[in-house]
């Protein structure tokens, strides 16, 4: 069964960083694409960035473009998230999840996403 772990989430303050880790396991890794989401407290989970198999595709939110960075390191079997220039509507539970298999294209709905993690709290203070 697919296990995913989310880690490195915590408290920072307004325009600092944190990188948070989605560790999988019980499962191909390499050719799925990975997508990290975030729920706030009375709102619905959303897209925040994804990256294709092989890493040559990436995608981002509006919200956190030019601020966000996901990476992936297929020999740690491990998907990473660097949150740069932190804003306090970045304040929420991040999720790590498996999409689609063997496509170059990065899916931004949730349905896409079959495994997920127990999530990880980041909370931005300003």
């Known amino acids: 069964q697919e296990q995913l772990v989310e880690l490195g989430g915590g408290l920072a303050q307004a325009g600092g960083s944190l990188r948070l880790s989605c560790v999988a396991s019980?499962?191909?890794?390499?050719?799925?694409?990975f997508g990290w989401f975030r729920q706030a407290p009375g709102k619905e989970r959303e897209f925040v960035a994804g990256?294709?198999?092989?890493?040559?595709?990436?995608s981002y939110a509006d919200s956190v473009a030019g601020r966000f960075t996901i990476t992936r390191d297929n020999g740690k079997f491990t998907v990473f998230l660097l949150m740069d220039s932190l804003k306090p509507e970045d304040t929420a539970i991040y999720y790590c999840?498996?999409?689609?298999?063997?496509?170059?294209?990065?899916?931004?709905?949730?349905?896409?996403?079959?495994?997920w993690g127990q999530g990880t709290q980041v909370t931005v203070s300003s």
């Open positions: 999840g498996r999409g689609p298999y063997g496509v170059d294209s990065i899916g931004r709905q949730e349905y896409e996403y079959v495994y």
């Open positions: 019980g499962g191909s890794f390499s050719m799925y694409a």
């Open positions: 990256i294709s198999w092989n890493g040559g595709r990436t």
